[in-house]
């Protein structure tokens, strides 16, 4: 226990002081950060204050617009569209009503204003609005900033005095929903705003990806650490101290470790943006616990395959090709992830769950999303037992057999009868 | 006491026998050769020994053991294949060696630090390995072996890319190390470097034993009936000479069957000649390997 425990620190130091293992634990975060950054530092750098954010202008020739009503329908529209797609509520967007085509159109280059519409003076008989827009590629021309609020506006000013005041209220907001949702066994019950559905997702949804790519980031290192041993030639020399399965032992717990620090840097990197969000990521003990689980046992079965693999090819670039095998089927359910998502009981889901490639991944992105059946669990924990058994004996094989080919890549059959052996 | 014990040792792969029913000894505190043509079986036997590969048959001991986890701690090992981690730095790789052989790290600090001294490798302990000259790294590997302050060395191939400065260094190493007691198993195709350091060698080719014993008994018994004489004689006159061949100021008088050089002593005496050297002709261990190898056998 002593030299595995040697090994698995001199693994994993050597790997955290790694300049690659640093660029991508602090670079990572920051290149996110700042990709992130980008479109806010645009958007309010731009050279207006945040009133001339949002300004539209509006040029009323055929005089049916109110634009005392401007500032309801504005707010109305936004609360629709924070309820429905957006998370973030639109602020700061005004319409201004303008006499002149010219001045405008001279504030729109000198950007002043995002947009002006022009509704036309036989509007009332031909609902003719023309829009003038920055030409800045296609985006700009399909969505003109301001469309939905002018709309809402000369259906508002349209009616305003013609109808009664309460279904002037409906014109302008029709729709007060209330959503209900009914559960696999007919429970009904409120359903929470998108909003808080989603915050409460944060936490477990989080927890999958981070655990998700901790499995990646170590088995890696592991293909890469025994593949630049086997490159390096130490294998001969270690195993005149230690035994293969010591060795093995070693890299998995100081490799292991390395990735693990690895995501518990990104976990503290997003928590401060959620704190400062004021999002409450809220995590079952018994979800963290399940997840660790299959956190333990898909790290346990990738590393085995990635150290049987990475021993395997004269050189580290070789031993990441053989590899991709392994990366490319644990990977499978994350394409699938949108079915998986929306039904986590599918037939498609379970069959994933039950088969050790694909169960960690799987497993991790359903105990995220809803509680799993325990026979699932039973069924997916116990076929990746079975698969870690016999992967870490087939790395040991392979180890022992492979380690010392030097310059040459065994063929499949010679691998096959390595396995075969006792 | 016996340092290393393989008996009737054997080793396939598919069907080519690598070693076949090998038996040797090697005594604690000698230094031993094991010598053989490319492909003899010598890094497969060595390997056996190292319990990197396992053995068909036979029975392979380490001190009067099998080779457990303790005994393996008690070996230095240098493969053929060389390796260290070029990424590393040097002291911290000799440290790691270090403490897989048991050291703590202490021991392993000050046992690294001291063999780097001891081959001029002090200025270079926070250097990584890769940026050694191919030299340096040599003498890296060789204080790799040497750190854990082993029992028993198995050198395969120590003097690969030595210049000669560092080849009489390491030969001093080996040297001090079976002066201390250590037993030394030493793989090499440096027959002159076998004559100078061992006491006892193993030849094997195609797997199985050609030469096995005292190196001077070996040479003995190849030898061809020579003398090597410095004497002002003509050669030509004497009945018990088969041909004569002049050999760096002297002259390799071959003598006829049965001939023994007392005999060819005793006639240069009676004719009266000045004898100022006369010794026993020996054949060159090259000349012996070489002529192992062509005959396919002992």
């Not at chain 1, 693990?260 to 999002?279: D, E, G, K, N, R």
């Not at chain 1, 090709?321 to 889901?349: D, R, Y």
């Not at chain 2, 014990?5 to 038996?23: C, E, H, I, Q, T």
């Amino acid at each position: 226990m002593r030299k595995i425990l040697v090994i698995a620190r001199h693994e994993f130091i050597a790997t955290v002081t790694r300049k690659g293992y640093i660029f991508a634990v602090v670079g990572m975060p920051l290149f996110f950060l700042v990709i992130a950054a980008i479109p806010m530092i645009v958007e309010t750098s731009g050279d207006g204050s945040s009133k001339e954010r949002g300004a539209v202008a509006v040029i009323d020739r055929a005089g049916v617009v109110d634009f005392g009503l401007a500032a309801e329908v504005i707010e109305q529209v936004g609360a629709t569209s924070d309820a429905s797609s957006s998370l973030e509520p639109k602020k700061g967007l005004q319409l201004i009503p303008y006499e002149d085509l010219d001045r405008a159109l001279a504030d729109l280059q000198r950007r002043r204003i995002q947009a002006c519409y022009v509704i036309e003076s036989d509007y009332m008989t031909t609902g003719k609005v023309s829009v003038y827009v920055r030409d800045e590629g296609l985006f700009s021309r399909l969505n003109p900033k301001g469309e939905r609020e002018l709309y809402a506006l000369l259906r508002a000013s349209l009616v305003k005095g013609r109808v009664p005041e309460p279904m002037l209220q409906r014109v302008l907001r029709p729709v007060n929903l209330t959503s209900m949702k009914v559960s696999e066994r007919g429970h009904v019950q409120p359903s929470e705003s998108e909003w808080s559905e989603v915050t409460k997702l944060i936490g477990p949804f989080g927890m999958f990806i981070l655990l998700t790519m901790a499995i990646f980031f170590s088995s890696g290192y592991l293909l890469q650490g025994m593949a630049e041993d086997k490159q390096n030639r130490v294998i001969e020399i270690l195993f005149s101290s230690v035994t293969p399965e010591q060795l093995l032992a070693g890299k998995i717990i100081g490799l292991g470790a390395a990735g693990l620090l690895q995501v518990t840097f990104y976990a503290l990197v997003l928590l401060i943006p959620s704190m400062v969000l004021v999002v409450t990521v809220q995590v079952g003990i018994g979800q963290i616990l399940l997840s660790l689980v299959y956190f333990g046992l898909g790290y346990l079965l990738f590393a085995s395959l990635m150290a049987g693999t990475g021993i395997l090819g004269s050189t580290v670039q070789e031993s990441n090709q053989l590899a991709a095998v392994w990366t490319i089927s644990s990977m499978v359910p994350l394409f699938v992830l949108g079915p998986i998502s929306e039904s986590p009981h599918s037939a498609l889901a379970r069959g994933f769950s039950y088969f050790p490639l694909t169960a960690p991944v799987t497993m991790l992105l359903r105990i995220s999303l809803t509680t799993v059946p325990v026979i699932d669990i039973l069924v997916s924990v116990g076929s990746l037992i079975v698969g870690i058994f016999l992967a870490v004996r087939g790395a040991a094989k392979v180890f022992r057999a492979a380690s010392l080919m030097y310059g040459k890549r065994p063929g499949l059959s010679e691998i096959l009868r390595w396995l075969r052996e006792a | 006491m016996t340092a290393i014990s393989l008996r009737g040792v054997r080793k396939s792969f598919d069907s080519l026998v690598a070693v076949d029913d090998v038996s040797l000894d090697v005594e604690r505190g000698e230094i031993f050769g094991l010598l053989g043509p490319n492909g003899a079986g010598k890094t497969t036997m060595i390997r056996m020994i190292m319990d990197i590969i396992r053995p068909d048959a036979g029975r392979i001991e380490i001190f009067g053991q099998h080779l457990t986890e303790r005994v393996k701690e008690h070996i230095g090992y240098l493969p053929e294949e060389r390796g260290l981690y070029t990424r590393q730095k040097v002291l911290s790789v000799l440290e790691y060696f270090a403490r897989l052989k048991g050291a703590t790290r202490a021991q392993a600090r000050q046992s690294a630090l001291t063999w780097m001294e001891r081959l001029g490798l002090t200025e270079m302990k926070d250097k990584k390995v890769g940026e050694l000259s191919k030299g340096n790294q040599q003498k890296v590997q060789l204080v790799a072996t040497l750190v854990g302050d082993p029992e028993i060395l198995i050198l395969d191939e120590p003097f690969t890319g030595l210049d000669p400065v560092n080849t009489r260094m390491v030969s001093t190493v080996i040297r001090e190390q079976a002066a201390a007691g250590k037993t030394v198993l030493l793989s090499t195709h440096q027959m002159a470097l076998v004559e100078t350091l061992c006491e006892r060698v193993f030849m094997i080719h195609r797997g199985r034993r050609v030469l096995y014993g005292h190196l001077d008994e070996i040479k003995r018994r190849y030898s061809d009936n020579a003398v090597l004489v410095r004497a002002a004689v003509d050669y030509r006159q004497c009945p018990l000479i088969a041909r004569t061949v002049p050999e760096n100021g002297t002259m390799r008088v071959y003598l006829n069957a049965g001939v023994q050089p007392r005999d060819f002593l005793a006639w240069l005496l009676q004719a009266g000649a000045e004898v100022e050297a006369f010794e026993r002709a020996t054949t060159p261990l090259e000349d012996i390997f070489i002529k192992v190898v062509q005959e396919g056998g002992g």
